[in-house]
């Protein structure tokens, strides 16, 4: 399977990291005097991708003046939320057109996960949605998930309270005919793991999850920004 577009989410209000980064989209937090969305970029430049997808709201002009449509020369496309879509409508509105297997990526978050093994294994179990996911004993923040012993997901758990347990870490890949299954509205308001991801499940549909050792942050917290340099690299 040949993949070579990633989608990612950017459209979101970032509210919680106002406080430190104000009047700017969350992933175009300086790092460095460059913004995240940069180094998330380059790193996926570097596995293969050949074409993004970002999927844009809040201030998001800052984000397509400082990328144009073309950038390190990889092609990119931006759909635009008029109005709040959540991480769900954001995907929906970007993935319209998709045809082929494509990666789907949060905009505030890096996740150093490697790629190849992770399409091998989608493409092994004949998946329809494959997570990259990460151990860790932070509480209350990620979604959990179980698997069974092939990799295929036996529950999506948001906001689990116990420790040590495998969590969603924002890095999917999925076949684009999984979205039929999902009737929605591109005007509505809709969370990716809140909604569209419990309700897929609900189908019985292939989704599976592939443990990754790779470094991970998520930059949607103060205190999680200022160590942001610890985990990327620079």
Known sequence: MIVKTAVIL??????RLRSTVPNLPKPMAPI??????????????????????????YKYEVITEYFGSCWKGIPIKYVVEQSPLGTGGGLLL????????????????????????LKQFHDVNHSEWTFALFQTSE???YMGIELSGSGRVDSLKSNMTHSGRLVNGGVYLLDPSILDKYQYNLTDKVSLEDDILPFLFSQESRIFGLEQAGRFIDIGLPEDYHRVSEVVII
């Open 139 to 141: 509480v209350g923040r």
């Open 32 to 57: 460095h005097d460059r913004p995240f969305l940069e180094y998330l970029m380059e790193y996926w430049i570097g596995q293969g991708v050949e074409n993004f997808i970002l999927s844009v709201g």
């Open 94 to 117: 970007a993935a319209e057109e998709l045809k082929n297997p494509f990666l789907v990526l949060n905009g505030d978050t890096f996740f150093e996960v490697d790629f190849k093994k």
């Open 10 to 15: 950017a459209g979101g209000l970032g509210t």
